[in-house]
């Protein structure tokens, strides 16, 4: 059996949890990986995926060309979720983020702590109960550094009465690895 990295527990924990009619969002579609994903256990349901970059969307587009999954693509900060999904407070089954850069392209153009920790707080308005927002960290690099911090410390003030948060870490690894936090809304 092959090691379950906390990117693997994140779809594991998605698939447990999505139907195929259900709505979703996927915060930060760089190349579509995770919105690929998010199309197959959605075949009937719908996605709306944010990306700042149009370069990111162009080929995450390419790469779910033909899936049947209703699809809103949204050249946007998720930052402004609240723009576009208002109306849907309550509806959403599942958000995913992948923080940071987009491998291979310009490191400078990052997720940050402000952008990050409004869009959390919107999104968790957003899912419905029992919904699910993940969050891959990758605290290797500085922006990265400063998410971490400062959405651990905003999780810890989440009450228990309203969201179950979990953080999934290698705890014997050098080099500050990457980590899933997911945050279940009751
Ligand atoms: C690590 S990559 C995402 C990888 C992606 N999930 C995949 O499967 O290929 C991070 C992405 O977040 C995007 N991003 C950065 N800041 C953002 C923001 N405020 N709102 C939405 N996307 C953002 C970047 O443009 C980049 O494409």
Redesign the pocket.
């Known amino acids: 059996m092959s090691t379950i990295r906390p990117l693997d527990l994140s779809h594991l924990l998605l698939q447990s949890i999505l139907s195929e009619k259900d709505w979703a969002i996927?915060?930060?579609?760089?190349?579509?990986?995770?919105?690929?994903?998010l199309c197959h256990l959605l075949p009937k349901g719908r996605l709306f995926a944010?990306?700042?970059?149009k370069d990111?969307l162009d080929q995450?587009k390419d790469r779910v060309k033909n899936v049947s999954t209703t699809i809103d693509w949204i050249e946007?900060?998720?930052?402004n979720f609240s723009s576009y999904l208002a109306p849907y407070e309550g509806q959403i089954a599942a958000i995913?983020y992948?923080?940071?850069?987009?491998?291979g392209?310009d490191k400078a153009?990052?997720?940050?702590v402000a952008?990050?920790l409004e869009?959390v707080a919107q999104g968790l308005h957003l899912l419905r109960s029992g919904g699910l927002m993940t969050i891959?960290v990758?605290p290797g690099h500085p922006e990265g550094a400063r998410e971490k911090d400062a959405l651990i410390s905003y999780c810890r003030t989440l009450s228990q009465d309203k969201v179950d948060v979990y953080c999934y870490q290698a705890l014997n690894q050098m080099n500050q690895p990457a980590f899933l936090l997911a945050l279940q809304k009751k």
């Open positions: 996927d915060a930060t579609v760089g190349r579509g990986y995770d919105t690929s994903f944010f990306d700042i970059q990111a995450a946007d900060s998720h930052a995913v992948n923080l940071g850069y987009l491998p392209g153009i990052t997720t940050t952008s990050t869009s891959m990758y």
